[in-house]
């Protein structure tokens, strides 16, 4: 079964910073694909923040740029996406793939910024 688990989300206040964890499970290897990060708020489409290719080069939309930095850890076949600075606006589900049209969206991980 292709999964991927997304963990770390939580509530922190406004300037505060959060490390998310994105699993693949046996089905998938991150280290060979492009791996990203993407959000949902309430009423609201899904975005891309973050995006990351098995060479380690990284990209980012200007929104999140300077704050958000995506990783892997191939040993661990894990893409995490560390999150400094948080504002409200960043209040989200947030969740990790690859190809959206070749594996399924994980539950995502909630995260709340609080003023």
């Known amino acids: 079964q292709v999964q991927l688990v997304e963990s770390g989300g939580g509530l922190v206040q406004a300037g505060g910073s959060l490390r998310l964890s994105c699993a693949g499970s046996r089905r998938i290897i991150l280290s060979i694909n492009v791996m990203a990060w993407y959000r949902q708020a309430p009423g609201k489409r899904r975005e891309l923040v973050a995006t990351i290719t098995p060479g380690g080069t990284t990209n980012y939309p200007d929104s999140v740029k300077a704050r958000f930095t995506i990783s892997r850890d191939n040993a661990k076949n894990t893409v995490y996406l560390q999150m400094n600075s948080l504002n409200p606006d960043d209040t989200a589900v947030y969740y990790c793939?690859?190809?959206?049209?070749?594996?399924?969206w994980g539950q995502g991980t909630q995260v709340t910024v609080s003023s």
């Open positions: 793939n690859s190809d959206p049209s070749h594996f399924p």
